[in-house]
């Protein structure tokens, strides 16, 4: 009975619809790529695109932190310090979930 219990199975609809998404999410870029690729940008533009994945990092986990407790806080002062001394999004975004992760299991 307890092998039942981590049997893990997958759902042929679940998979399709999963991979339909990675699908549209995938042209969707390479659409955007493509059509950018397509004008002339003006420098104000091209600056605003610049920061546009920042700009949507920090209006999608804003909300939590500012919701959030002392674990959260705790994560994103290492968010933020990672950031300052690597520039690196991807990067601070890791440590930001690993460290979230470590704080909740600690405070």
Known sequence: MAS???TLSLDPLVVAVVLAMALI???TKVGGI???RRFELSDRLEAGLTV????IVVA????????GGPAEWAAGG???LVMWRTESILLALCTGVIAVV??????
């Open 4 to 6: 039942d219990a981590l």
């Open 60 to 67: 999608v986990i804003g909300p939590e932190l500012a919701a």
């Open 78 to 80: 290492a968010v933020l």
């Open 34 to 36: 493509w059509l950018v």
């Open 25 to 27: 999410t995938f042209l």
């Open 102 to 107: 470590a704080f909740r299991m600690v405070l």
């Open 52 to 55: 546009l994945p920042g700009a």
